[in-house]
């Protein structure tokens, strides 16, 4: 049964496939750590986050037939080196350019539990992704998919970090995989890479100082000020700790979640542009869920940022508007070109060079 659904994964596009049992031991990454980063207030305003996490640390408090669960990682890179900076352009983090995932996913995990519906006599499961309440990272280290990197995010040492976890929790005990080692060692050039300083400390992602969190996430109310001139050009998202770990030399060109919008987006259109526009221009995509509004303020800070001064016109207009988010994100921007000319958001990220273009 456990080769027969790791095969099926794989025909389903899944370019990592794992098992674990359901019961896993204590671990210093489950509950307890989800618990102190809660209490610290890391999660920001994702409340969310803050519902029942007791359940998201064992899939059986979520499907108690669970005796098994099946992790499954898909990759979203199109095998292509990260965008030369470009002043009058914002950056989208790559899983964005792909449409939404969670559509597409679950279709294909409804397959491979198909496979299991068919095999067992009345076999039971439920497929997850990244909305289900489940701590899918710590069962994929448990499955062999990959370990827990500095940057909190799971790595492979196949397959590198750009890939989306989803899966099945099992009502039969399948055989599972070796836990993944931690192959990071010393290297900490996620850490030193990150330009607003989230990671308080290894694995520790402070969410209220994440670039990610503010241009995704918060879909109301203003950057932090500190925090606007690490932003750069990042309008959707941040790559930044993923593009700097030498594990992403071995990232793999997705099959299923494939780009449909370019690495960089027109800042000026994106601030300017209409509700309508806007929806018929992203609709099916993770931008559409972060909204309109959100995305011309994250555009109107990136021009702030960018050092060109032929973006005050398009700032001016935003800044006169009658929408009090945005002219306030303007008139920083505005105030921040007319100061000393600002470095190029790329030479103010304090990466290394990114890792190689990912094989074919």
Known sequence: MTR??????????????????AALPPDPGGAQAL??????????????????????????RWFPAAQSVMICAFSYHDGTPPPAPDGGRGRLARYARAPDYHR?????????????????????????????????????RYAG??????????????????????????????????PAPDHCGSCARCLDACPTDAFPAP??????????????????????????AGHG?????????????????FAVRGSVLRPSLPPTLDLERLAVSSEEAFAARY?????????????????????GNSGERRLVPALR?????????????????????SAERPEPAAARTRATEPARPPRP
Not at 5 to 21: C, I, N, T, Y
Request: with cysteine; glycine share 8%; hydrophobic share 40%.
């Open 233 to 249: 050009d990042w309008i959707f998202g941040c790559d930044v700790c993923q593009d700097v770990c030498p594990f992403n030399r």
């Open 4 to 21: 027969r659904l790791r095969e099926e994964a794989r025909a389903q596009g899944a370019d990592a496939v794992g098992f674990a049992p």
């Open 283 to 303: 609709e099916g995509t993770p931008l559409q869920r972060t909204g309109r509004r959100a995305l011309a303020r994250n555009a109107a800070l990136a021009m």
């Open 104 to 140: 597409e996913l679950k279709a294909r995990l409804k397959r491979i539990l198909a496979v299991y519906h068919s095999a067992t006599a009345g076999g039971e499961g439920k497929l997850f992704v990244d909305t289900n309440p489940v701590l899918e990272r710590l069962y994929a």
């Open 317 to 337: 207009r935003l800044a006169a508007g009658a929408d009090p988010l945005l002219a306030e994100q303007a008139r920083w921007s505005l105030e921040r070109l």
């Open 145 to 178: 998919v990959g370990w827990v990197g500095k940057n909190a995010m799971v790595v492979s040492k196949d397959i590198g970090s750009f890939f989306i976890l989803a899966g099945l929790a099992l009502d039969r005990e399948l055989e599972s995989d070796e």
């Open 35 to 60: 618990h102190d980063w809660l209490a610290a207030g890391m999660h920001g305003e994702m409340d969310y986050m803050a519902r029942k996490p007791e359940d998201r640390a064992d899939v059986r």
């Open 203 to 228: 694995r520790v992602l402070d969410a209220g100082r994440c670039v990610a969190y503010h241009t995704v996430e918060r879909k109301d109310g203003p950057v932090p000020g500190p925090l606007r």
